[in-house]
């Protein structure tokens, strides 16, 4: 008989009606609807333009890497229209720790939290190590020769000890993020504007350059190829999700966030296709450089100067990647910590400039110290699965939500209800079951890890450990 409080209490949720959203927080509300799309799309549109599309046209898909984009791009909607319809009716940092805690219950909400702090963590570093290549090209195209031991980590080079570009890449945007969300909104709005502009300048003027021949045959591995291709550019079109974690910073959540999910998603889809349909049409895909397609698509129609500003843009625009992930972990942890299910020692704010300081300089120590010394390959195994869970988690509790709880006011509905969210769970598990073995066991030993602080920690000190904060109508 005492099963079945001890059932309830591991499975318990949090009261939405005890997520409140008014000014009882200690983080500042100063984003707006185009300061938040500027953070999503900043966000989306990164290596996927400017490294990603190339590699996939030329290895994969062929011209049929636009095809790629827009199988990746619907199953991404999909997703992004369960967040939407979460982000108006429970507008609170977190993002899916918070709408999995609330629905589904403590454990799973713990669990996706967790992940997602090793995740987004993980993309910066990855990330950072990325744009440290690029800076070390453009620095190489000026004959500047630099230490041996300051270019990549132990192992990726002769003399190698530490990528001191990229460790200092995630200092300085944790740097940044420290000074408060207004300043450092300002300082990413305006970098996704001027990444903008390069890709809007690539477009005009790789149009005047495309040569339709180069579109034959637009399918050379099959369709199957561009299938495959939309399981590797799928990574290159989420962002809002980290993006939604600043809930409590925007002046009108409710309104705002599902209006800059779908915005952001939007403009840099319409982004994408137009980039790739000027990628495949300069250059026939067998000779686009996988590492630098667009750079080498202008050089080979003479125009190396616009591929040297291309480079340039490569590394401004691939930043806003680093500010928004590292937002979003910061975020999932002051959450966590805030519900007591991570030391609440954590979620203490600075006085002046309202943000979550300790944990956002740990993030930057810890973002660093893996961009410095793994090799790019390593700290990618270590990103992937954990956002892919988070996106199941977020459909399946939309379904949940919707039937548990119809009467809740909801400033968003996901449309199509259930088939766009299941079409998103099921997009997400295919891609899981594509994941190489070794991120599984990564991702195991990350969870067991999880398991341990959950059972000897955060079970105890939850908020909701108390018999008070839950209600009748949240049990399960």
Same mark, same amino acid.
């Given at each position: 008989m005492r099963a079945g409080p001890a059932l309830r209490e591991f499975f318990r949720r949090k009261p939405i009606e005890l997520i409140e959203d008014d000014s009882a927080t200690g983080l500042h509300r100063a984003l707006g609807l185009w300061q938040l799309t500027a953070i999503g799309v900043g966000g989306i549109i990164g290596a996927g333009i400017f490294a990603l599309a190339g590699a996939v046209a030329h290895d994969t898909a062929g011209p049929a890497v636009l095809i790629s984009f827009l199988i990746a791009g619907v199953a991404s909607a999909a997703a992004a229209l369960s967040y939407a319809e979460f982000a108006g009716l429970i507008p609170r940092a977190g993002s899916a720790y918070t709408y999995g805690y609330a629905v589904l219950g403590e454990p799973v909400g713990w669990f996706i939290g967790w992940d997602l702090l090793l995740e987004y963590t993980a993309i910066v570093s990855v990330v950072a190590i990325g744009i440290s290549g690029y800076i070390q090209f453009l620095l190489g195209q000026f004959d500047l020769q630099l230490p041996d031991w300051m270019l990549g980590a132990p192992g990726t080079g002769h003399g190698h000890v530490v990528d001191l570009f990229a460790a200092v890449l995630c200092l300085l945007i944790a740097y940044l993020l420290n000074l408060g969300i207004r300043a450092a909104a300002r300082f990413e709005t305006f970098v996704v504007g001027l990444k903008v502009v390069v890709v809007i300048v690539v477009i005009v003027v790789g149009f005047r350059y495309i040569d339709a021949a180069n579109y034959h045959p637009f399918f050379p591995f099959g369709m199957s190829g561009a299938v495959t291709g939309a399981a590797t550019v799928f990574f290159a079109v989420f962002g809002y999700d980290a993006m939604s974690t600043a809930a409590e910073e925007s002046v009108d959540a409710k309104r705002h966030l599902p209006k800059a999910i779908l915005l952001s998603l939007a403009i840099s889809m319409v982004l994408y296709v137009l980039v790739c349909l000027v990628l495949t049409g300069m250059q026939h895909y067998t000779e686009i450089d996988p590492e630098s397609g667009l750079s080498s698509a202008f050089a080979s129609v003479g125009l190396r100067g616009l591929g040297s500003l291309i480079a340039a843009g490569a590394i401004v625009g691939i930043m806003t990647v680093l500010f928004t992930f590292m937002l979003g972990v910061t975020r999932v942890w002051y959450s966590m910590s805030r519900d007591g299910l991570l030391p609440r020692w954590f979620a203490k704010t600075h006085?002046?400039?309202?943000? @979550?300081?300790?944990?956002? =300089? $740990?993030?930057?120590?810890?973002?660093?110290? $893996?961009?410095?010394?793994? @090799? !790019?390959? *390593?700290?990618? *195994?270590?990103?992937?699965?954990?956002?892919?869970?988070?996106?199941?988690?977020?459909?399946?509790?939309?379904?949940?939500?919707?039937?548990r709880r119809p009467e809740l006011p909801r400033t968003f509905r996901t449309p199509g209800m259930p088939v766009v969210?299941?079409?998103?769970?099921?997009?997400?598990?295919?891609? !899981?079951?594509?994941? *190489? @073995?070794?991120? =599984?066991?990564?991702?195991a030993i990350w969870f067991a890890i999880g398991a341990v602080v959950y059972l000897a920690y955060s079970r105890r000190h939850s908020l909701l450990a108390a018999p008070a904060a839950t209600t009748p109508a949240d049990r399960p």
């Open positions: 006085p002046v400039r309202q943000v @979550p300081t300790r944990i956002t =300089w $740990i993030v930057g120590f810890a973002s660093a110290t $893996i961009a410095g010394l793994l @090799p !790019i390959g *390593e700290a990618a *195994e270590l990103t992937n699965i954990g956002i892919l869970l988070a996106f199941i988690v977020v459909c399946v509790a939309v379904i949940v939500l919707r039937y969210p299941l079409v998103g769970i099921g997009f997400s598990i295919w891609l !899981i079951t594509h994941l *190489e @073995p070794v991120t =599984w066991l990564r991702f």
